[in-house]
Antibody, heavy 121, light 106 residues
């Protein structure tokens, strides 16, 4: 079955940047949206943005416009999210998830296990 | 952007109770709504999509209803595994989540 495998935990300094990866295995990659969410400690889920690889154009929540870049590499079935100018309140678990149907953003039926990111001086 | 509001934020209940969680969208989303369950330390899991369709493998005690801007998730008889946090998510326009409802033991 389809699995999403995320990169490992990171510890970052304030002001630095972060790039998290999410590799799809066991299923089609290019036609399905990959969304990125984050969850700060004790808080809820935030949809940050996503990409449908065959359309190449990422979509971002207004809050994160200008500070994140989402991309996809169809040759490796891997999606990426880069966050710049990290602050302590970017400390969170970052999840990727795949849309349940192709060619648009739908409910998300497959999730990665999450990447823990700690921003601290 | 579409905003999602859940109520209550926390719900105390006992095993066997019927539980209802409400989700409201800031604009019309038809039935483009999903519900997820998240246990501590785990990734969310899809329960319901298209407002009322049960995801494969999810117990039938979970049900969803609603359309337009008002939605509900109902657990007909709460089981020990169900104490968790529940999120609604709209997908009419990309994705936005409600703030979550924690179901805790009374």
């Amino acid at each position: 079955q389809v699995q999403l495998v995320q990169s490992g935990a990171e510890v970052k300094k304030p002001g630095s940047s972060l790039k998290v990866s999410c590799k799809t295995s066991g299923g089609s990659f290019s036609s399905f949206a990959v969304s990125w969410m984050r969850q700060a400690p004790g808080q809820g889920l935030e949809w940050m943005g996503g990409i449908i690889p065959i359309f190449h154009t990422p979509n971002y929540a207004q809050k994160f416009q200008g500070r994140i870049t989402i991309s996809a590499d169809e040759s490796t079935d891997t999606a990426y999210m880069e966050v710049i100018s990290l602050r302590s309140d970017d400390t969170a678990v970052y999840y990727c998830a795949r849309g349940g149907l192709p060619r648009d953003y739908y409910y998300m039926d497959v999730w990665g296990k999450g990447t823990t990111v700690t921003v601290s001086s | 952007e579409i905003q999602m509001t859940q109520s209550p934020s926390t719900l105390s209940a006992s095993v066997g109770d019927r539980v209802t969680i409400t989700c409201r969208a800031s604009q019309f989303i038809s039935t483009w709504l999903a519900w997820y369950q998240q246990r501590p330390g785990e990734a969310p899991q899809l329960l319901i999509y298209e407002a009322s369709a049960l995801q494969s493998g999810v117990p039938s005690r979970f049900s969803g209803s609603g359309s337009g801007t008002e939605f509900t998730l109902t657990i007909s008889s709460l089981q020990p595994d169900d104490f968790a946090t529940y999120y609604c998510q709209q997908y009419k326009t990309f994705g936005a989540f409600g703030q979550g409802t924690k179901v805790e033991i009374e």
